[in-house]
């Protein structure tokens, strides 16, 4: 038997066992199921607005509605996860977000469908809350910024994936096959899930919940490691700060900066992605070529969520983000400017794809950098959750401004300011 001080030090230390590298990869497809269900009603608009003839102001609220609820839930559900364990909060993620896209194959007004969305965004957003928290959980020290980072790289994979099978469904059939599509993968991976994914040996250590021992040194025997005679004590395995500490000494000013840059990044982000089928479509392009450009947004920000993950090994997070930032601000105005013919918008659409993925990629890994141990929970669960009002607004805020017939170059040039916002704020950070 091993002794339960330290067992924490030495997993961090140990390389990986196969049932973590498991558990990390089942995480990544569960992103990129996440991925493809945010973008589902993305590849749909085209069709609902021409199906129900709602104006832009209208569909920008729908395709915010998810987003809304993906604020709510990884709050809601984080914090349930945090009571119940990583495991039952993702079963029922998954269980929430397959009702979700199966009821959108109902709606038969804007309303139904607003409704459906928002439920379906509950499921979405604490799947994120809880994949992210396992996937830090799982890793070893070495591995744990790259392994969060590969995670965060299943988003866009989800969206290739998916969305060229969206793009064929689209071709023969209507909108609401994408979703039923989507329901079904969801529901396909709730077994796999209960079959194949772990709890977090952090979460039995911290929480010591009936049989935490008995079902630590299971998992610890899965990793190549020796029993323990005893839980560690709780304040090894780490706590959350009360929120209010967030706000005190110099914690504030890392938790102020870092929301206002995730909240405005966000917007941005979500701003390619939620309205480039709608542009290109009104452009004159089929629907089904309209969701091909955005599979090639997401092309581009799975390289970008990569290489940013890769580079970080050797190079300081902050400045990289910086200059991805940057690079977004101007890449999301020029996609605004136009092109020449579908080659051009998608080209340009995977750069701007790359650099805003890769600062989102990035700031997950800043935010989780910037707060202490005892605090890393409590702020990364606040920076998230607060900045996915900007997820929610972005798309809002674009729909009122081409109501007010203002052209794309303006639409897309005041959007694009969220990410140099971003940059802003980072700067402000102090160095560490």
Known sequence: MAESPGILPRLDEAPLSRTQVMGILLCLLLNALDGFDVLAISFASPGIAAEWGIDRAALGLVLSMELIGMAVGSVVLGSYADRAGRRPAILLCLAIMAAGMLAATFARNVEMLSAFRLFTGLGIGGMLACTNAMVAELANARTRSLAVGLMASGYPVGAIVGGSIAAQLLVGGDWRHVFLFGAGMTALFLPLTWLLLPESIRYLFQRQPAGALERANRLLAKMGQAPIETLPPRAEAGGKLPLAQLFAGPLARTTILLTIAYFCHIMTFYFILKWVPKIV??????????????????????????????????????ALLVVALVAATAMVALFGQGQRDLGGLALVAGIAGFCTNAGVVGMYALIAQSFPTAARGSGTGFVIGVGRGGAALGPIVAGLLFSMNLGLPVVAAAMAGG???AAAALLGLRRG
Do not use: E, I, K, T
């Not at 955005?294 to 050797?314: E, F, H, M, P, Y």
């Open 419 to 421: 990410s140099l916002v």
């Open 281 to 318: 479509v009104d452009m004159g392009y089929p629907a089904s070529q309209a969701a091909g450009v955005l599979v090639w947004a997401n092309v581009g920000g799975l390289a970008g969520a990569v290489l940013l993950s890769l580079l970080s090994w050797r190079l300081p997070l902050r």
